[in-house]
């Protein structure tokens, strides 16, 4: 600034120095042609009044002084003066201060006459770039106070953000979200700021899992062991009985032989090995051709066949039964009821009357078989609503374990059952009532809350209806994780995959997606035929290379509802083949029929991917049954996050079975997924369901059923001793 000043202000001295030499010219070359040196002095004299005037010198054209006013100094010369003014910054220091020196001509018509040295006081120059200074100084420390206030004002409102945005982090939200769908299925993602932020965290949480699960070490698996010992110390060996509709075994006459086959229900596949380790009694419906020939005079048979580790009871049912409880009230009104798939429930009065019936014949059946007052019966699924409140009337000291291994509805929907009432009364015979989900309990208490009259307690999730009070509680069943002597029988993924594009005439660099499922339309199916679809439209270069495999073995197929969901995906496939295969290739292979169990791990081994989209499931089992299969760590999962299970394994594709194009998309993904990225996935995935297997889900209800039959045993103790004390006391007085 203050040499830009100095500029300024030299320029300006040397534009007045100008208009003065004009001014003075005509005086002065009147003096110096009359020789008057005294009037020359007395012009320049007076022109020095000037208050920025320090002083002013004459020189002649031959370089002499003629005059010059009393300042001047001595020591400048014409010439200096001449070359001085000349210089980028004419400046001269004399007694007074500093002054700026300027040379002007004095001329007349005849030309120069004389040249005017002026010198023009500076020092108010410094004095103005000291002000200016000033100036400055404060100009830029306001500016910087305001700069200053505006950036804190921001930071502490990024700040806030930031730090409510970890705090969600730390909360769990939109911590899974990414995993959980990869379109962002989840509704509440991180801040994309703090997006490697929470990728950190989710990975510390994985690690700190893993150590937790290592720590925990084999006092945290759950085995067959660990369960009968449970039911040694807690339940002191007493009597297990189980109650399901569907049978763990079903004897088909097939010929000349009789075959034994394991039915397609998720509920045998996790009960089943709970019940080998259990020993006990199952009660189920006789359903298959030989069923009859098998059973003892008490139409009992001990299964497994050749191991026989526990007895199977066989209740028969009569046709009309069957037709009414069975495919009546439970298939067409409770399962569309529970699932809310857009299959209308249909409430008969004739199937209310044989579901009331047969409950009661199964309750006959349990009272029949039980050894003791207090057997642990374990009711399972929609099919027995009613059974733990008649079973509760007979053998009050029972346990009574309800488990409804499909989804509750909210109090709305299931307010469209006709007897509602009684089948929440019904339910409520049970000690304790299991679902997958804590969403579902809630549904249930919500339900009872609006309508019936009972006592919840919302804090120990207990309900007390009448004389009994009954725990609501999630148990996420799961199936049980293969032993070593097991999979070492399996054939190798390479086999399995051999196999595979032998039996469907694959070339071998293509890729196969699997679905295995009941023929059922809660499980997604005609969605997942939409998703190959679209995919197949999205990504042309992938007709030819991919194919989708579904297997669908038949279910309750009497039902309409049922065979004209059958007829039409079998439609929908047959189009789709039609318009995107050729010769020799089908894009996808519809196997209606039912597949054993090793035939399935076989498929789940061939696979790339197995697609579970179910429109609404309790848990789902299959998913789990597919990362038990793989072994070799590789394959995808694609996961519908209406299945229970979804709440538990995240490391799946989590897709909206409704949303085509996420699906499609999601298919996309996995089919192109790298082989390191479905290593970490299927690795946790793994982790997850070896640990929470069926056995840690019976324990778990086990040992809570331990704990109130303790409870109730102390209670009925202090009673007896109370009721001793009454009943002596007048004979002690
Ligand atoms: C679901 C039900 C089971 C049932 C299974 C098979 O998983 O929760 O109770 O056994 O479907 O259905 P199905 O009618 O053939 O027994």
Known sequence: MDQLTLRWFARDLNARGELMANTLSDPISEALSQENRKRLQSVIDRAIQDERMVAIGVCLPDGSMVVRTAQFP??????????????????????????????????????????????????????????????????????????????????????????????????????????????????????????????????????????????????????????????????????????????????????????????????????????????????????????????????????????????????????????????????????????????????????????KQVNQRFADAVVAEARSEDPIVLVQDYHFALLPAMIRKRLPRATILTFWHIPWPNPESFGICPWRREILQGMLGSTILGFHTRYHCKNFLETVDRYLEARIEHEHSTISFQQDTTLIEAYPISIEWPTDSQISRWPSVAQCRAKLFERLDLPPDHKVAVGVDRFDYTKGILERLHAVERMLEKYPEWIGRFSFVQVAAPSRTSLEEYKSFQDRIHRVTARINERFGRAGYAPVHLLAQHFGHDAVNELYRAADVCLVTSLHDGMNLVCKEFVAARDDQQGVLILSRFAGAAREMPEALIVNPYHVEELADALLRSITMPPAEQRERMASLRMTVREFNVYRWAGRMLADAGRTRLRERIEARVQRHQDNHVDAAPLLH
């Open 74 to 355: 001595k020591s400048l010369s014409c010439g200096n003066a001449s070359v001085l003014s000349q210089q980028p910054e004419p400046r001269l220091k004399i007694e007074g201060g500093p002054v700026h020196v300027s040379v002007h001509p004095v001329s007349t018509d005849t030309g120069r006459v004389a040249d005017l040295v002026l010198l023009h006081d500076l020092s108010f120059v410094d004095r103005r770039s000291l002000d200016t200074r000033r100036y400055l100084i404060v100009l830029i420390s306001c500016l910087g106070l305001v700069m200053a206030l505006i950036t804190m004002v921001v930071a502490q409102l990024s700040w806030r953000g930031w730090v409510s945005g970890v705090r969600a982090i730390m909360r769990g939200e939109g911590l899974l979200s990414p995993m959980l769908s990869p379109s962002g299925g989840g509704n509440s993602l991180p801040p994309p700021e703090l997006e490697p932020f929470a990728a950190d965290l989710r990975a510390r949480l994985r690690d700190l899992e893993d150590e937790y699960r290592r720590a925990q070490g084999p006092e945290a698996e759950w085995n067959p062991e660990r369960l009968r010992q449970l039911l040694h110390t807690r339940m002191r060996g007493d009597q297990v009985i189980v109650v399901s509709n569907r049978e763990p075994y079903i004897h088909e006459r097939e010929g000349d032989h009789i075959v034994v086959k394991r039915p397609a229900s998720g509920l045998v596949t996790a009960v089943e090995p709970v019940m080998r380790a259990c020993s006990g009694t199952w009660i189920a419906h006789g359903s298959g051709s030989a069923d009859r020939e098998v059973v003892d005079s008490h139409d009992r048979v001990r299964v497994p066949p050749g191991q026989e580790e526990y007895s199977l009871r066989r209740l028969w049912l009569t046709p009309e039964e069957e037709q009414g409880y069975y495919y009546g009230f439970a298939n067409e009104g409770l399962w569309p009821l529970c699932h809310v798939a857009h299959v209308r429930p249909v409430f008969r009065e004739s199937d209310w009357e044989a579901y």
